[in-house]
């Protein structure tokens, strides 16, 4: 979801690019011949050796879960995994992908923990590393469909300012074509603040006028956890929840230097929905 569109981006800015995948297959169907691949496994340390050897820089996007176990094992040990690595073969520009709130004050909970985790032991690595922190993206909006069915869990108070990745991918690129985001950890807004569910229906309006928001409170789905077997869906029931009480006022790091380096990002959830129509639906 995030990943690949920062790797076309590099592509149309006349980067060379390699990917680490663990699903070599499954990223020649996205890419074909367009990069080079390496693959490999963020546990297995040869194998990040390998597969950063002769590069300039790395951009690291990890996705761990369901379960807390995996998400200290692929974002926590992984990036540690990746500077290791970055340091023992000599590629010293490091970006990553981080999330808004993950701080000390957030990090009970495991999406944030390891995170803030992988953060502190970048900053105290001597890689010259940018973090960039990102709040909710738009292309997380389709997430919520299902079986022609749009499910909100939430009270949806709390506020976002909902991104879109094309907007984040330049910045990654800005971040390799120049030092000025070198060694700091950078917040990333979109334009404007509103709850998940007014950005579900904004794109719901664009793209499936006919879909209605079931809205389920967080109680009621917690409940309905202690029937699921399903460790993805009870994940994101407690991602929900999470997010359901800490919006973007609470991030630690303001977007204002961000906004200064880059410039704001300009792309609205209503913009987003018309471009993700025309390149679904072609309309």
């Not at 579900?200 to 202690?226: G, N, Q, T, V, Y």
Request: aromatic letters at 10%; glycine letters at 6%.
């Amino acid at each position: 979801m995030l990943g690949r569109p920062v790797a076309v981006h590099l592509l149309n800015e006349n980067f060379q690019v390699r990917i680490f995948t663990t699903n070599e297959n499954r990223a020649k169907a996205f890419f074909g011949d367009r990069v080079e691949y390496a693959p490999g496994d963020v546990g297995n340390i040869d194998s990040l050796r390998k597969g950063i050897e002769g590069c300039d820089a790395i951009y690291i996007n990890l996705k761990g879960g369901p379960l807390p176990a995996d998400y200290i094992r692929i974002e926590q040990e992984g990036s540690k995994n990746i500077y290791r690595a970055a340091l023992e073969v000599g590629v010293n520009r490091v970006v990553q992908i981080s999330e808004a709130r993950a701080d000390k004050k957030h990090s009970q909970f495991i999406h944030e923990k390891v995170k803030y985790e992988a953060e502190k032991v970048m900053v105290a690595s001597g890689l010259n590393y940018t973090i960039l922190k990102p709040t909710w993206f738009c292309e997380s909006l389709p997430l919520f469909l299902k079986d022609n069915k749009a499910v909100y869990i939430g009270s949806g108070k709390t506020l976002f300012h909902f991104l879109a990745v094309a907007d984040y991918a330049r910045i990654v690129a800005e971040c390799f074509k120049s030092d000025k985001a070198n060694n700091k950890i950078l917040t990333i807004f979109g334009p404007e603040a509103m709850p998940i569910s007014e950005a579900l229906r904004r794109f719901l309006e664009i793209c499936h006028p006919d879909i209605a928001i079931d809205r389920l409170p967080i109680w009621l789905a917690k409940f309905s956890m202690l029937f699921m077997f399903n460790k993805t869906l009870k994940s994101a029931v407690n991602l929900m929840a999470f997010f359901d009480k800490h919006g973007d006022d609470e991030v630690e790091t303001s977007p204002d230097e961000a906004d200064r380096l880059f410039g704001r990002s300009t792309i609205t959830v209503e913009e987003w929905a018309k471009i993700y129509r025309k390149i679904v639906k072609g309309v």
